[in-house]
């Protein structure tokens, strides 16, 4: 059968990294509450010049390094991105161009802290009906250009980084790669988080706007019915699962899913102490850093989860080769 088999992960975070501390300096915080309310002790944040499609290319060719795949044989490149370099052309095609490649296609894909699940769905889609054959799918952000660093609200709970994967079409004797993705969008919510700028809007960029207590209430009901819907479609029942891989908001969020999905909290991924929200960054940074502590191995099944802004969420099932 054909399947979208994982080949490499990859991940780059910048170098500068805004401890807590370093933010009460300057907002009324502090680091106990950030703490004791996200689980949030630092985060990365790009120097000034660094754009997003530079963290992403960082992050893609470790990934093709890991896969031990040439940058020639990719004809897909997607970028799940919140933060593009540019209102256009799509930060994906300028990853494209500096990875020296011109064939296939390349387009970003726009939902948010979602995003990544979509983009991996849509590689997975393509590559399942042979239109490319192998995909760099990458989660990339420079999410600190939209914070308004004078909201104590939002300002703490974001960073900047990106995470890549390399897909490849592959024949496998029984199901391997992403076994099975449900995504949802409800756009009744979209003012529940979002940007008070567009190049429609008023030729800015914004800067974020959220209520976050619904946020929250809203993240863990919604991962968990999208985690319980996937393991039901992929009929893989919860014990055959080895790590739950959710996107990295909040730990009180990662913990109340945990708690519903009756899963122990030592078989969830947790990044977002040292990486906070990554934004479409967040799966792909958790993939690497799982692989790199030695954590996700062969054979594994792996649980993702997302929600974001929109409001859209999903998730995944994905077999390690
Ligand atoms: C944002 C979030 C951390 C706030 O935590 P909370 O427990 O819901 O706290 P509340 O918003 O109810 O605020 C409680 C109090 O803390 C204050 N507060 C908010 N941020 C603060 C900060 N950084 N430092 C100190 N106090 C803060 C509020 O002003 C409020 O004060 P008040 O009671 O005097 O009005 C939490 O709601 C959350 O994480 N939501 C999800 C956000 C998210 O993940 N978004 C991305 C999804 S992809």
């Not at 992403?56 to 593009?84: C, F, G, M, N, S």
């Not at 945990?258 to 940074?285: F, K, Q, Y």
């Not at 649980?303 to 974001?308: E, F, N, P, V």
Request: with cysteine; glycine share 8%.
């Amino acid at each position: 059968m054909r399947c979208s088999v994982l080949k490499g992960v990859g991940g780059f975070l910048p170098a500068r990294v805004l401890t807590n501390d370093d933010l009460s300096q300057t907002l009324e915080t502090s680091d106990e509450w950030i703490r004791r309310r996200t689980g949030i002790r630092s985060r990365h944040i790009a120097a000034d010049g660094v754009l997003t499609s530079d963290l992403a290319v960082e992050a893609a060719l470790r990934a093709l390094e890991k896969a031990e795949i040439r940058p020639e044989e990719v004809d897909l490149v997607l970028v799940a991105t919140t933060t593009p370099d540019r209102t256009f052309p799509s930060t994906a095609t300028i990853v494209q161009g500096k990875l020296g490649l011109a064939q296939g296609m390349a387009f970003d894909i726009s939902a948010v802290c979602s995003g990544f699940l979509y983009a991996t769905t849509v590689a997975d889609t393509l590559l399942q009906q042979g239109q490319a054959t192998c995909a760099l799918v990458i989660g990339a952000e420079t999410f600190s250009r939209l914070l308004d660093w004078s909201d104590r609200t939002t300002a703490p709970l974001f960073g900047d980084g990106a995470g890549a994967v390399l897909l490849r079409a592959e024949e496998q004797p029984s199901p391997t790669g992403i076994l099975a993705s449900r995504l949802y969008a409800d756009g009744g919510q979209w003012s529940l988080l979002y940007t008070d700028g567009g190049p429609s809007l008023n030729q800015k960029a914004g800067v974020v706007r959220m209520q976050g207590r619904e946020v929250f209430r809203q993240a863990v009901e919604k991962m968990v019915q999208s985690l319980q819907e996937v393991l039901q479609v992929a009929s893989v029942p919860l014990e055959e699962i080895t790590w739950v891989i959710p996107h990295q908001a909040n730990l009180r969020i990662l913990e109340a899913v945990a708690e519903r999905m009756a899963m122990p909290m030592e078989r969830v991924l947790v990044t977002v102490d040292h990486h906070a929200n990554t934004s479409g960054a967040s799966i792909p940074l958790a993939l690497e850093e799982g692989f790199a502590s030695g954590r996700l191995a062969a054979g594994q099944t792996l649980l993702l989860t997302a929600i974001g802004a929109g409001l859209t969420w999903g998730a995944s099932i994905i077999r390690l080769p």
